[in-house]
RNA sequence: CGCAGGGUAGAGCAGUCUGGUAGCUCGUCGGGCUCAUAACCCGGAGGACGUGGGUUCAAAUCCCACCCCUGCAACCA
């Protein structure tokens, strides 16, 4: 028995958990549960990473203190896991008393240590943000990329962490550890980053309101990130040098998004460095969620709806199909479409059906499970395969191959479904052959226990529907054929996935289930006065000339006029309409709005659309004179 | 030359690192079975592996060039 660590990211609490923190945290799972079933000691760490500045922010837009909102929030993280079956040993937060020390005292060894040295930081600075850009970030007019606010040069006292001192070692780990980054697709571009050279970071904040304060310098702040990073360590009570500190450290995966690998395949591991502590195994990074080909986007309204499909297909359905679906490591694409399928060809035609039709014969002809007496046909081949199934799932299992490991296990479901037909055990029940009949109803059940077994940490409710099916009081996990014991009573078999019949619940709504919410959001917030409206001065005009703006994508330069002037407006249409074929057309447009410069072309004005899918632009019904004003 | 990912059967994908009969699921066509959730089993059809060059006895796989898609970033006043 070993000791197996496995965490994943904390998830920044500025907003409720999405689909992505879902998958992370589903895989994750997988590896904990996997590891305890073969008997390893296993501590599965999940948190959240409350002193983050957006935290700060949403804090403020919804009028709450930090920890008020935190508080909140945090237990919507606890809420989706309960939901999705996860196992986590540890759920942990960073305004925990144990975090705030650990983290300080983290600090402290590597200052002492000598890696931790003050500097000047100097940038553009967005007083909104909270944050630094450099100059690579920015345009020539140094605005906030997000608040399109002017931004500050600032030079700030900084203390700093010695990464380049490190970069050699690290290199040298990257050689010696071909495996410490997964995929290798990964690694290989980190390793292209680290090569290319690394600076010293900057490690603190100065009197930010909301953080955890360094110990030798309470002026300044912890950055965000040093903080969040030590929280693997701290989790584990490393600062008291407690007994799951030298348990379970170094960890053994550190699970996350492919975004955020560098920071903990570089900064983390050159940090354990200089505190002398021994680095993670595995940096294991997944590939992105799209929905439908879309990327995620709160803005957008493209979410993936994790209640419905749960509510329609289970929580079992929800995690096999992200697991099953995806190659990890690579993008994935969600379809709801996809989900459907594999459900009712996988779960419930093959593996649900399968259980179905073997507890049907065994109640129909025995009174408990019979006992294996006559062996024959295709016997040890099935028992053979049960074997090679489970040694197959432990290769893919140390590949992350979620995806193939499970079509290992399918592949045995499948050549079950085939036993039962090449036997044709439904016609032994003679008298003469019903001894065989016993037997390979034996074999069946015995396989569908070791296969229950195997899918257990994929799958686990299922995995226990299967044997309380089955007749098992108690969960078995033991994966060794002939473990099934003779003569227990067999459940009548309720079908543990029911087929779904999409069409019934497709009809309602063909498509745009999203966009409607989005709106009655708004309407909720965004309520203005009527003199409010009327500050606005709306106007027709019509378009004497239309050009693409060079380097812009999107924009059209319009001159229109309004019968008493003519005014030039950029509009962000250029993927919609041709320039010439907006040429003579009346639109709208918002006179009184102040000037602005896009992309070095002034525009005077805004030109109204309905912009949701397409953009389709506002014109009056019937041409009306030049000037008309619009209310 | 902004960054990233991708182009393999009708659809969705694996295979590419470590060259050597092109594979999986769904769909489709034909057959079998009737124990079971209109489920299960068997068989078939369907592919210039984006394009062009190169290396090699041999290229989806390695090298070079190009084309196309999709995100992100920049613009959407």
Not at 74 to 103: M, Y
Not at 286 to 307: Q, Y
Not at 572 to 598: C, D, F, M, R, W
Request: aromatic share 10%; proline share 6%; glycine share 6%.
């Amino acid at each position: 028995m070993s000791a197996f660590y496995v965490t994943t990211p904390i998830y920044y609490p500025n907003a409720e958990p999405h689909a992505g923190n879902a998958y992370t945290t589903i895989a994750a799972d997988v590896l904990a549960r996997y590891h305890r079933l073969k008997g390893n000691e296993v501590c599965f760490l999940t948190g959240v990473d409350e002193h983050a500045a957006n935290v700060y922010n949403a804090a403020k837009e919804e009028g709450l203190s930090p920890q008020a909102y935190c508080d909140k929030i945090a237990p919507t993280f606890v809420q989706l896991w309960e939901r999705l079956n996860i196992s986590h040993d540890i759920f942990f937060r960073t305004t925990s008393d144990l975090h705030k020390r650990g983290a300080q005292n983290f600090l402290n060894v590597l200052y002492d240590n000598g890696d931790v040295y003050k500097g000047k930081y100097e940038g553009y600075y967005c007083l909104s943000c909270e944050e630094f850009f450099s100059e690579k970030e920015l345009t020539d007019e140094k605005v906030c990329p997000t608040h399109k606010l002017p931004l500050q040069w600032l030079e700030e006292e900084n203390y700093f962490f010695r990464l380049s001192k490190y970069q050699d070692r690290l290199i040298a780990h990257f050689h010696e550890n071909p495996d410490f980054v997964y995929p290798a697709t990964r690694r290989n571009e980190l390793l292209n980053f680290l090569e290319s050279g690394l600076q010293d970071v900057s490690i603190s904040r100065a009197s930010l309101p909301w953080g955890i304060p360094f110990p030798f310098d309470p002026e300044h702040i912890i950055y965000i990130w040093i903080e969040a990073l030590s929280n693997y360590i701290t989790a584990l009570g490393f600062e008291v040098e407690s007994e799951e500190f030298r348990t379970f450290w170094p960890a053994n995966v550190h699970m996350m998004g492919k975004d955020i690998a560098r920071f903990h395949a570089l900064l983390w591991p050159a940090m354990l460095m200089a505190a002398n502590l021994p680095l993670p195994k595995q940096i294991v990074a997944h590939g992105w969620l799209t929905k439908d080909g879309e990327a995620l986007s709160k803005t957008r309204g493209i979410f993936i709806d994790m209640d419905g499909d749960i509510a329609t297909y289970g929580v079992d359905a929800f995690r096999y199909y992200l697991l099953r679906e995806f190659s990890f490591g690579n993008d994935g694409d969600y379809r709801p479409a996809r989900l459907d399928q594999r459900y009712n060809a996988d779960l419930a035609n093959d593996l649900g059906n399968l259980l179905n039709r073997v507890l049907g014969l065994v109640n129909k002809n025995f009174e408990g499970i019979p006992a294996p007496t006559t062996p024959g046909d295709f016997d040890t081949e099935i028992k053979e395969m049960a074997q090679t199934t489970a040694e197959q799932l432990d290769t893919r299992m140390k590949t992350f191959a979620f995806d193939s490991a499970l079509e290992t296990i399918w592949e045995f479901v499948r050549r079950v479904n085939r036993y039962v037909q090449q036997t044709e055990v439904w016609t032994l029940a003679k008298p003469e052959t019903k001894p065989r009949m016993g037997t390979i109803l034996y074999n069946s059940l015995e396989a569908l226990r070791y296969i229950s077994v195997l899918l257990s940490p994929f799958i686990p409710d299922t995995a226990e529907k299967i044997q309380q099916q089955i007749g098992l009081a108690e969960f078995d996990s033991v994966a060794e054929w002939g473990h099934l014991p003779v003569d227990l009573k067999v459940s009548r078999g309720e079908p543990i996935f029911p087929r779904v019949d999409l069409k019934k619940q497709q009809a309602p709504q063909p498509k745009e289930s999203t966009k409607p919410k989005k709106k009655t959001a708004k309407q909720e917030t965004d309520l203005i006065s009527f003199t409010e409206f009327q500050k606005l001065d709306l106007r027709v005009g019509c378009v004497i000339s239309a050009e693409t703006i060079e380097g812009a994508d999107r924009l059209l330069k319009l001159q229109v006029d309004l019968g008493t002037e003519k005014r030039q407006v950029v509009a962000g249409i250029a993927e919609h309409y041709k320039p010439a074929s907006l040429i003579g057309k009346q639109v709208i447009v918002v006179v009184n709005l102040e000037p602005a410069t896009i992309r070095n072309v002034e525009s005077h004005g805004m030109i109204l659309a309905a912009s949701g899918d397409s953009v389709v632009l506002a014109s009056p019904e019937t041409e009306v004179p030049l000037g008309t004003q619009v209310s």
